[in-house]
């Protein structure tokens, strides 16, 4: 199937969900969602592997994983299933092992490119002898892009498995390309905006740790309360990709 919705009727869909939905996607998995919002700085620190040497951060980044697909597979069965949704009903059961399997590598592969690529920036600045910024970031910029985007694209289109391992059980990838029923662009952005301030999150934490300083604490908060509103963003997306997907 092509996609037969344009991109403005993905945003308006999106924010009606969000709207009508969203204090039942919230009230779905209350303690996963606490427990998800809790330990998320520590996850934010160990998604790039710098601080896999402490069995404290890497025990809370799992546990902020476990809770994370929790929330999503009770947020995917309520914007799919709508009122009929039981948010006890599959827990604990096969589709939600699956879901968990789907996600966390879904997960692993962002966290691996981010680590990868972490040093970019100081790599380029160092190979072009302490440019401008101008040049800098005109460097830079479509430097990351090439590595990013074909990421971010093929994330984009296997995310659409999770709603759907959350309502049937099914977690394979079969047909998943072609059930994206708007433009991919939307959700690409929407996920290169996540993984960027996951980054910014990252890079405060990590200076708030090494120097100790109050400098910038402020804006680092920010990012990762924003960082958690972008999640319940994109995956209210997603599941409305998915469940407009099936309906046409």
Request: one cysteine or more.
């Amino acid at each position: 199937m092509s996609q037969t919705f344009g991109a403005r009727r993905y945003f308006f869909a999106t924010a009606s969900v969000i709207r009508h939905q969203g204090r039942a996607m919230l009230a779905a998995a209350p303690w996963s969602l606490a427990a998800f919002l809790l330990s998320l700085p520590f996850a934010i620190l160990a998604a790039t592997l710098a601080w896999t040497g402490s069995a404290l951060y890497m025990l809370l980044a799992l546990i902020n994983l476990i809770a994370f697909a929790r929330v999503t597979f009770a947020w995917h069965r309520v914007v799919v299933l709508g009122s009929g949704a039981n948010p006890d009903a599959a827990r604990g059961g096969s589709a939600e092992a699956r879901h968990l399997m789907v996600f966390g590598v879904l997960v692993l592969i962002v966290a691996v490119l981010a680590r990868a690529t972490g040093d970019l920036p100081y790599v380029l600045y160092m190979l072009m002898n302490g440019p401008d910024t101008n040049k800098f970031l005109a460097a830079l910029v479509p430097a990351v892009l090439v590595v990013w985007l074909p990421v971010l694209v093929c994330v984009a289109v296997l995310t659409l498995s999770l709603p759907r391992t959350a309502v049937t059980g099914d977690a394979s990838l079969q047909g998943i390309r072609a059930a994206m029923p708007y433009p991919r662009w939307p959700l690409v952005l929407a996920l290169a905006v996540l993984v960027s301030l996951g980054g910014f999150a990252h890079s405060g934490l990590t200076e708030y740790l090494h120097y100790a300083t109050n400098a910038g604490l402020l804006w680092t908060a920010g990012y990762v309360v924003l960082f958690a509103v972008m999640t319940f963003v994109v995956a209210a997306m997603v599941a409305v990709a998915y469940r407009d997907g099936v309906r046409r």
